[in-house]
């Protein structure tokens, strides 16, 4: 059991940008697969990015590439997911995950073992 807690959201123009932050608690943050997923009103949970324990493997759903980045400091238990160029369309309540294992695809829910309480981010046309 990985406690998350997301912050960083906020409200935005378009174009424009924010940095999102997951804290973790514990010290095993460093031996889990991370991953962004975002909720937007009346839509599924739909994945956004992954990270693999070491931060050297990324994948980012088709949507967001180009424009997201994921990272992580392991040092301070902490994923973060840099939003650029931002759009209304990613307006979306976001999620840490703590996943099973990186794969170089899109995940889904099945495959998250802990969650954070969602930070929401705004985009205003």
């Known amino acids: 059991q990985v406690q998350l807690v997301e912050s960083g959201g906020g409200l935005v123009q378009a174009g424009g940008s924010l940095r999102l932050s997951c804290a973790a608690s514990?010290?095993?943050?460093?031996?889990?697969?991370m991953a962004w997923f975002r909720q937007a009103p009346g839509k599924e949970r739909d994945f956004v990015s992954s990270?693999?324990?070491?931060?050297?493997?990324?994948y980012y759903t088709d949507s967001v590439k180009g424009r997201f980045g994921i990272s992580r400091d392991n040092a301070k238990n902490t994923l973060y997911l840099q939003m650029n160029s931002l759009k209304p369309e990613d307006t979306a309540v976001y999620y840490c995950?703590?996943?099973?294992?990186?794969?170089?695809?899109?995940?889904?829910?099945?495959?998250?073992?802990?969650w954070g309480q969602g930070t929401q981010v705004t985009v205003s046309s």
């Open positions: 995950a703590a996943v099973q294992v990186f794969r170089s695809t899109n995940m889904g829910q099945a495959d998250v073992r802990s």
């Open positions: 990270i693999s324990w070491s931060g050297g493997l990324t």
């Open positions: 514990g010290r095993t943050f460093s031996n889990y697969a």
